[in-house]
């Protein structure tokens, strides 16, 4: 019998590396739009276009399922407040207070908390190999970040915007501990529409507020091709593929992949910022692949559930 597609072994991985792929394009087009649109606005119209799109879906996701969320109600609230309204928000919110760069280095410690959190929440093992590889993919981000320049770790500054993000950074590495732990009894794709519906209208009050406090903001064709970017790739194929990959193998492997976000982020500078490709970005390059080769059997647990 042939191996189903769903089971294939490379498929989560793949996912997972498309996963970095469209979040490292948000932030280019976060950085690009951020003097155009208020942070919250930006997050309420990703989402709202998001539902939009895939309306009729959700529509149906939550007819078919409706049974299994009155059973689990609490729990999905909480994944979809972590997921869809907190976690972007927070993001975008923390760039109008600090650099591409501060941002990128808080997020590059987001695989480092989730497996910490994966130990005792989920009773995940963390041998020394798996040390070696975080310690190593950890090694070839930051170099990455700091374009081969070790020195400017001391020369950061750091201020509210690192804050804000760092609670970001906990809030996600929860919300894939939590997605694994408590194994919501839906299929992923009609769970990202459940979490969607949701958090679209839990965080329609923040940005009302916002709206009131800081006004409106003018449309332009750059803003519309950005919101309907990041309303495609980073929102509705990333958060479906990074549902998988935490499904299929573990939040401590999945986390793991945030390693490559920096270094997509500065190839895709070459073509689309006009940067020159630079020695530390293979350096740096190889020595990620190989902490996620020696990483490839992190978080497994302990004991079967």
């Known amino acids: 019998m042939k191996e189903s597609w769903t089971t294939k072994v490379w498929l989560p991985y793949a996912g997972l590396v498309c996963t970095s792929l469209f979040w490292a394009g948000n932030a280019i087009v976060a950085r690009g739009v951020n003097d155009m649109i208020p942070p919250l606005a930006l997050s309420f119209l990703r989402w709202s276009a998001c539902a939009l799109l895939v309306s009729p879906f959700m529509y149906r996701a939550y007819r078919r399922h409706h049974a299994i969320i009155r059973l689990h109600w609490k729990r999905i609230l909480i994944l979809s407040f972590m997921s869809i309204t907190t976690y972007n928000s927070l993001l975008y919110v923390s760039a109008q207070y600090t650099s591409a760069l501060n941002i990128t280095l808080v997020t590059s410690l987001m695989p480092i908390t989730t497996i910490a959190l994966s130990a005792p929440l989920l ?15 950890f090694a070839g981000a930051l170099y990455v970040i700091l374009k081969g320049d070790p020195g400017a770790l001391w020369r950061l500054e750091l201020n509210t915007g690192d804050s804000i993000m760092a609670i970001a950074m906990l809030i996600w590495s929860l919300y894939s501990i939590l997605l694994r732990k408590w194994q919501i009894p839906i299929p992923g794709f009609d769970l990202f529409l ?112």
């Open 123 to 137: 009773g995940a093992a963390v041998g020394l190999r798996s040390i070696a590889g975080i310690i190593c993919a």
């Open 194 to 305: 459940i979490f969607l519906g949701i958090g679209v209208v839990m965080i329609s009050p923040f940005y009302l507020a916002e709206f009131h406090i800081r006004g409106g903001f003018e449309i332009s064709n750059q803003l519309i091709f950005a919101i309907v970017y990041v309303a495609i790739f980073p929102s509705l194929l990333a958060y479906v593929f990074w549902n998988f990959g935490v499904t299929q193998t573990s939040p401590s492997t999945a986390s793991l992949f945030f390693y490559l976000t920096p270094l997509i982020t500065a190839l895709l500078a070459i073509p689309f910022l006009g940067e020159l490709p630079q020695i530390y970005h293979g350096i740096g390059g190889l020595i990620i692949i190989l902490g996620l080769w020696l990483c490839q059997n992190i978080g497994k647990t302990k004991t079967n559930p």
